[in-house]
Every structure is written in C-alpha cells, then in structure tokens.
C-alpha cells in the first residue's frame, strides 16, 4: 500500500480522518461504496468533505493518483462525483488509479474555488496534520 507522504492525516482540530496508517492484510481494503451527500448532513460532516478534497486538489490536481493509503470512509462521500476512478474500478483495491474531476468539484464546493477569498485549507500548515514520523512502512 502507498503512503501518500506529506497527505494530511486529518482535518485539523477535528478527528475526521482523511488516511489510514496500515492496510488490513487479512481483510484486505476497505470497499470504497458511493455515499449520498443529503442537504440535511451535519456542516461538520460538509466542512470534512470539502476539507478532503481540498486537500486531494492541493497534493495532486488533476493528475491520476494511487488510492494508497486514503481513508475509504472519506473517499466513499466523493467517489462517483468529484473523484472518479481511472479504467476498471475495483472499490477493495489498494492500487486504485483515482483522478479529481475539476468541473464536479468546482460546481460543488465553489468555496475551494474562489479567487477573492483566502483559502478555505491552509495545507501549507503542516503544524496541525497527524504525521506519524516513526512509522517507515
């Protein structure tokens, strides 16, 4: 499984998860499955998507990505809209080629795009991500 070094952790200040520290070999990943955003959900739960893909868009654009070591849970609220997955999808494979789809993310969270205000996400702070320095695997 790739860790996505330097990916946060979290959204800061919060225990909303965005990576996963180990992968599971004896279940193997954890089944990525399309979740409904419904109008009535939490604003912490909204703030948590918008946080994860601003942080998807910051670490890799619009360039295909590996799943790796992303938190399923998170990536099942984005998947099949804002994230989509690259050739054959298989929702319990590590190796998932991902990729952002720029125009399904603008329509849906405009904040992250908005030239006139400061950025939702400072992922330039790392002070506030859940690094695990001594895990190497």
């Known amino acids: 499984m790739l860790k996505h070094r330097g990916f946060p952790g979290r ?3 919060t225990d909303f998860q965005f990576t996963i520290r180990r992968e599971n070999r004896k279940k193997g990943a954890t089944p990525i499955t399309r979740r409904e955003r419904f109008k009535d959900r939490r604003p912490a739960d909204k703030r948590a998507d918008a946080g994860f893909l601003s942080a998807l868009i ?14 399923a849970g998170r990536l099942s609220w984005l998947i ?5 997955p690259v050739g054959d999808f298989d929702p ?10 720029m125009r399904e993310a603008e329509a849906a969270f405009p904040e992250l795009f908005a030239q ?19 895990d190497e695997t």
């Open 92 to 101: 319990a494979d590590y190796e998932q080629l991902l990729q952002i789809d």
């Open 116 to 134: 006139d205000e400061a950025p939702a996400f400072d992922w330039n702070d790392a002070e506030d991500w859940d690094v695990d320095e001594d």
């Open 11 to 13: 959204l800061p200040g």
């Open 58 to 71: 910051a670490h890799f654009g619009d360039e295909p990505f590996v799943r790796g070591n992303l938190d």
């Open 80 to 84: 099949g809209r804002e994230v989509k």
